[in-house]
C-alpha cells in the first residue's frame, strides 16, 4: 500500500512528534526485561509531571483512552453508587453510559453543547454522590471546564476527570485541583500515535475502589503488582503483556515534551490556537465553542449556511492531504473541529489550515 | 536510553518480522481516513485467512491479547450462566477468573499442568453448559491441545477458544474446528509488537451474545458500527480511536506471513521447534511438556536439579543479548520457556538459542 502523508489538524490523532515515530521503529523489548521496566518506570515518572501529580498510581494503561474511561468508573463505582456527570458534550454522555455499566445511579447535568460545565449545577445536583465526573477539554465541542472549581467544592466526593485532550495541551494540575481519578490519551496533545491511556488515581480514591471489579484487564488492584506499585522491591508480578512499543514511544514523546518544557508546550499550543482562531474570524467564519471557553488546541467552527461540510473536508484531504474533522453527535454536519496538537502546535500548522480552509471554501463557491 | 537489542526467545513477545516494524515508523493515519478504513478492512480480511475463517466479525480489538479474553466472555457470559473450563494451565485459570467477574458459574476442569486438555472430561463436566472454553496452546506449558474434538463434541454449547499462542504458528481452522469465539495476541507467532488482540465470533454466538455487556469498551454491538458490519456501507460510525499505527503493523505482519504462505510459515515453526527441542534433549536436558502434545513455537525444559533457574537467565540476556522466560506460576524457578515465534522461528535462531543455553549452563557449572 502506497504511503500517504497527511497533516492530522483532526480532533486526534494528531502527528505524533518525531521523537515519538523513531521510538516505534527501535528494536523491541519484553516487557519483562530490566530495561524495559526502567523505561516503564521512567514512562510513569514523566506521566506525574504531565498530570501534576504525585500519585504513586500513574499509569500508561495497555489501552486507548477509552479504556482509561472504562478503568475510571469499573475500579471506583458499583452498584447502586450515585455518580454525578457534568455532561457538555459526547464525552459526558458516554461517562454516563460507563458509569451505568457499573451498576451507578446516574445523576446527569445536562449542558448545551458549546458551553463549559455549570460548576454550581453540577455540585448541587445530588447532596452526596461517591463520584463526580467531568470532561476537562470536551473533544466533541472544543470547550474547556473548570475543574479547580470542581475539585474546590466537590466535598466528600471523588472527582474523577477525563484530561483526554487537555494533558499537555493546557494548564492541567491534578493534586492542586483536587483530581481523585484521571484519564488520558496519547494521541491527541501527548503527541503519540493512539495505544495507550495513562491513567492516575490518589491513595484516597484507591483506598475507595471496588474490591474486585467487573473488569479483570483493569483491575488496578492486580495491574499494581506490575507497575507503580513495585517499583524499587525489585518483585514485578506479571498481569498481561504491556505494549512495549507503544510505552517505548510515550516514554519518547514525553521526553520531547519535558525538554522544552511543560509550561511552554501549554504556551506553544496557546499561541497556534490563538493564530487558528483570529485568522477563522478574520475570515468570517464563526467559532462554536462559547467564548472565553475555548480550547486552544482543539477549535470548534461552524460550517457556513449553505456549504457541504464533506465537501470541503474532501477537498482539504484530497488536494491538501489535510485531514480535519466533522462535528460530533448532532453537529456531525454544522460544525468542524479542527485540532492542532502535539507536534502540530505550531503557528505554521495554523497558517496551512487557514489556507487550505479558504482555498477550500473557494472552491465550493462559499463567500464571507 | 541506548538501544538495546535483543534476540526475543521467550513466551513473547519475539522479534517482530521486519515489515511490521517498518510499518509503525510510516507517517500515522486518521482513524476515519479512507486510507484507514481500507487498510483495516484488508487487516480484517487476513486476519480472516490466519484464523482459518469467513466470520465478518473478526477485527483486531485496541489492547493486548489479555483483553480479547476479556471480550470474549463479557460479550458471551451473563449471571449465572455455566461456563465450563478446561484448566491446564495459568490461562485456563485466567478464565475462570474472568468469567466469574461476569457472573458464571464456572466449572473448572482441572489438568496437571503439562498436559494437554482430556477432551471428554470437558465435554461431560456439565451437561448444558452455554459455554466451553479451552486454551488451543498453552503458554504456561508449551502445551498444544485438540480443539477439532471438543468443537466435534460441544452439542449446543458455544466454544470459546484461546489462540494467543497458536495463531499463524500451528494449525489453527476456526470454522472447520467449531470454534464459535476466539481471541488471540498479536506478539507471538503473528510477529507484531503487542497492543491487539486479533478476534473473532461466528452468528451463532453473536446471536447469542449478551445485549449490554458490563464492559463499554469491548462492546461487539457497538464496535460492530467502526469495523467489519459496516464494510461496504460506506458508513461507520465513531467508538473510539482505533491504534492506528499498531492496526497499519499488524496489517504489514500479515502481509508478510500471507505472501510466504500460512502452511510454509506453520512449516517454518514445526522446523524450528523440532530442531530446538531435538537438540535440547541431545544436551540431557529434559522437556516439560506432555510428548505428542509439544508446541513447535514454545518449548518448555526442566531446570536441571541444582541450576539456578535466574542465574542462566542472566547470562543470556547479559552476555548473549538473549531473552528467554521463566516458568510460571509454581513452574517459575523450575521451567524455562523457549519460543521461536513468528519471525524467529528458523533454524538459525535454534542453533543460537542451543549454543547459548549450553554455554550459560557451563558457566554455572552444568554437566548433564
Redesign the interface.
Known amino acids: ?1 502506497a ?4 497533516k ?1 489538524f ?1 480532533p ?2 494528531g ?2 512528534y518525531p521523537e515519538a ?2 521510538a ?12 524495559f521496566l ?2 516503564m518506570d ?1 514512562t510513569c515518572d514523566r506521566l506525574r509531571t504531565v498530570w501534576g501529580t504525585t500519585n504513586a498510581r500513574t499509569i500508561p494503561l ?6 482509561g ?2 478503568a475510571s468508573f469499573v475500579n471506583t463505582v458499583s452498584d447502586g453508587d450515585v455518580v454525578v456527570v457534568a455532561v457538555n458534550g459526547l464525552f459526558g454522555q ?1 461517562m454516563c ?2 458509569a451505568a ?2 451498576g451507578a445511579e446516574v445523576v446527569p447535568v445536562e449542558h448545551e453543547w458549546g458551553a463549559p460545565v455549570d460548576v454550581d449545577r453540577v455540585l448541587s445536583a445530588h447532596p452526596s454522590p461517591k463520584v463526580v465526573a467531568a470532561v476537562h477539554a470536551e473533544t466533541s465541542t472544543g470547550v474547556r471546564s473548570d475543574i479547580a472549581a470542581l475539585g474546590a467544592g466537590k466535598g466528600d466526593a471523588l472527582l474523577l476527570v477525563d484530561a483526554v485532550t487537555s494533558i499537555a495541551g493546557i494548564e492541567l494540575r491534578a493534586d492542586d485541583w483536587g483530581i481523585d481519578v484521571g484519564y488520558a ?1 496519547t ?1 491527541k496533545c501527548l503527541g503519540v ?3 495507550l491511556a495513562p491513567f492516575t488515581i490518589n491513595d484516597r480514591a484507591f483506598a475507595r475502589r471496588v474490591e ?6 483493569l483491575d488496578l488492584g492486580l495491574l499494581g503488582g506490575y507497575v507503580g506499585e513495585a517499583s524499587g522491591s525489585g518483585g514485578r508480578t ?9 510505552v517505548a ?1 510515550l ?1 519518547a514523546g514525553l521526553g520531547r515534551i519535558l525538554e522544552e518544557g511543560l509550561e511552554n508546550v501549554w504556551a506553544r499550543h496557546a499561541e497556534a490556537g490563538r493564530l487558528l482562531q483570529s485568522g477563522l474570524l478574520e475570515m468570517g467564519l464563526e467559532l462554536f465553542a462559547q467564548e472565553g471557553s475555548r480550547l486552544p488546541e482543539l477549535t470548534t467552527v461552524k460550517v457556513p449556511d449553505g456549504v457541504d461540510s464533506a465537501a470541503v473536508r474532501k477537498i482539504l ?1 484530497e488536494r491538501h492531504g489535510i ?1 480535519i474533522g466533522a462535528g ?1 453527535g448532532a453537529y456531525a454536519a454544522t460544525v468542524w473541529r479542527i485540532g492542532l496538537m502535539g507536534h502540530n502546535a505550531r503557528p505554521d500548522a495554523a497558517l496551512l489550515a487557514l489556507a487550505a480552509l479558504a482555498d477550500a471554501l473557494a472552491e465550493v463557491g462559499w463567500k464571507p
Chains 1, 2 share one sequence.
Open positions: 500500500m504511503l500517504v502523508d497527511r492530522l483532526g486526534g490523532p502527528n505524533p515515530t523513531s516505534l521503529g527501535q528494536p523491541l523489548l519484553g516487557h519483562l526485561d530490566p530495561v526502567s523505561l521512567e495497555s489501552a486507548t483512552g477509552s479504556a474511561m472504562e458516554r453510559d460507563v455499566r457499573c490519551g494521541q500515535a493512539p495505544g474486585k471489579p467487573q473488569s479483570w484487564y506479571y498481569h498481561h503483556t504491556a505494549p512495549t512499543a507503544m514511544s516514554h484531504l485531514e460530533a
